[in-house]
């Protein structure tokens, strides 16, 4: 975990999703623009550079039941990948898989005996896509189920070091 250097109001991870990276970034936000006393909390964070590196960043922050939303959208891709895997038909097929998240977008696909799911996120000029294998998605479901505990964990260390310094 490292604590970023400019001000010490987050806690970094890297997530190591395959393919897709990420980090988990536990923050504390002294005041919110309600007036109200600030709050500890946790998010994830997906970010995709673009080619050759021209492109503004593609990216999305996802709190804890945005994750959960997730979870159960990559678990529906997993499935219909499983599914295709044991399927014959001609051509190639293409599927959108409903997150319940406006980011990312997620879209299993077919082609020549080869199944993929191609998981996109927007710079809000440009969509930017990678491709998982059925593997990597498994991976990813298994390292996203542990992310709350994971979370919260961060949250209490970054809760430890900011509390003394404002006292």
């Known amino acids: ?9 987050e806690l970094k991870e890297n997530l190591n999703l395959p393919v ?3 980090e988990i970034v536990a923050y504390y936000r002294s005041q919110l623009r309600d007036g109200k006393l600030g ?7 997906l970010m ?3 080619p050759d590196f021209r492109y503004k960043t593609a990216s999305t922050s ?3 039941g945005e994750v959960q939303k997730l979870i159960q959208a990559l678990e529906k891709v997993y499935q219909t990948m499983d599914a295709l895997k044991n399927a014959s038909f001609p051509g190639s097929f293409s599927k959108g898989i409903d997150s319940s998240l406006p ?13 993929w799911a ?7 000029t440009y969509k930017f896509s990678r491709g998982l ?11 996203l189920k542990g992310v709350g505990d994971k979370g919260e964990k961060m949250v209490s260390i970054l809760r430890s070091l900011i509390s003394p310094i404002e006292k």
Not at 103 to 115: D, F, K, L, S
């Open 1 to 9: 975990m490292v604590l970023k250097e400019r001000c010490m109001d």
């Open 20 to 22: 897709v990276g990420g």
């Open 39 to 45: 709050i500890f909390n946790w998010e994830i964070r």
């Open 48 to 50: 995709f550079i673009g």
């Open 62 to 64: 996802l709190g804890e």
């Open 103 to 115: 980011w990312p977008e997620i879209e299993v696909r077919a082609e020549n005996g080869r199944i």
């Open 118 to 124: 191609d998981f996109w996120l927007s710079s809000g």
């Open 133 to 143: 294998s059925a593997s990597q998605i498994e991976a990813c479901i298994t390292i």
